[in-house]
């Protein structure tokens, strides 16, 4: 009787153990008891009851990302393009995830696939090229409003790669290369342009330049004519005074010696010979001349006798 007790307490505790389970961080399991749903067990050690209790699901609480294969899709403008896209997700309910719908992620991928049709077939082709936020964004919106009775929430969705036809491909291709030739052609003319402008202005300056000097160069001129006549008005004044310092100077003799009238002209006859032989230019004759002239004939007969 004691064995069999024994037994049966072993037993019990060896079911009990198998019956342990420890959810990890970031992990659910939905536990299901004699088929219909029980509970949901989260992070930490839980029992369940043995032949009643049975594990559903375990669910990871993670964000998940699903790469899907690319999908054709029409533009508006009837071109077909190959597009792939990546949805980042994470399950916020694993209840409703568990019983919501078969094949979660196959639900998400056919969902994703007719979203982006729809989406895409509103847009032209160059839009859809250059669009991919708008799309993104309208994407997100819808698939998380078709996912919330699944207990999925989309955080984001993005447009992997766009793959026109090959053909649309070799003409964007073209229309690339003529638009990258305008744009040389355009900087080669702007060259030149500023080429011609700075050509321009060097001969501007240049001309500014030598007008300068030239105006310079008379200026100079000018001041040197200026300084020319002035140092001419100089000797001429010398001149003048020289004339009038010899007849003060006669007058003076004159005064000393009691000097007559002939003696006192030809002496001023002297004065204008010495001035004569100087550097002026000019020559002061006096007025009266002609009694010079007959002083020194006199002066010459006198001589003779």
């Known amino acids: 009787m004691t064995s069999v007790l024994v037994v049966l307490v072993a037993f019990i505790l060896a079911l009990v153990i198998a019956n342990i389970r420890i959810v990890s961080q970031s992990n659910a399991f939905v536990i299901e008891r004699l088929g219909a749903y029980s509970s949901t067990w989260s992070t930490g050690i839980h029992v369940k009851m043995p032949f009643i209790d049975r594990i559903a699901s375990k669910v990871s609480l993670k964000e998940l990302v699903a790469d899907f294969d690319p999908q054709p899709v029409i533009t508006k403008d009837n071109v077909t393009m190959m597009i792939d ?36 077939g509103e847009l032209e082709l160059d839009e859809t090229l250059t669009s991919r936020d708008m799309i993104n964004n309208r994407m997100r919106l819808v698939l998380d409003e078709a996912t919330d009775p699944w207990g999925i929430k989309v955080n984001r969705v993005e447009v992997k790669n766009i793959a026109p036809p090959k053909s649309i491909q070799e003409a964007m291709e073209k229309q690339m290369r003529a638009e990258r030739e305008r744009r040389e052609s355009i900087l080669k003319a702007e060259g030149e342009k500023q080429s011609a402008i700075l050509v321009a202005e060097g001969q501007k300056a240049s001309a500014i330049l030598k007008a300068e000097a030239e105006k310079a160069a008379v200026i100079l001129q000018a001041e040197a004519a200026k300084e020319a006549a002035i140092r001419e008005a100089e000797g001429e004044a010398q001149a003048i005074l020289n004339v009038q310092k010899a007849t003060a100077d006669g007058l003076a003799m004159r005064k000393a010696v009691n000097a007559d009238a002939a003696l006192i002209k030809l002496k001023s006859l002297e004065a204008l010979q010495k001035v004569a032989d100087g550097q002026a230019t000019k020559l002061i004759i006096p007025s009266d001349i002609q009694n010079l002239a007959g002083l020194v004939t006199s002066a010459a007969e006198l001589a003779r006798k």
């Open 85 to 120: 896209t990546v949805i980042y997700m994470q399950i916020t309910d694993p209840k409703l995830y568990t019983y919501g719908v078969a094949h979660p992620m196959g639900a998400i991928e056919n969902l994703t696939s007719t979203t982006l049709r729809n989406i895409i």
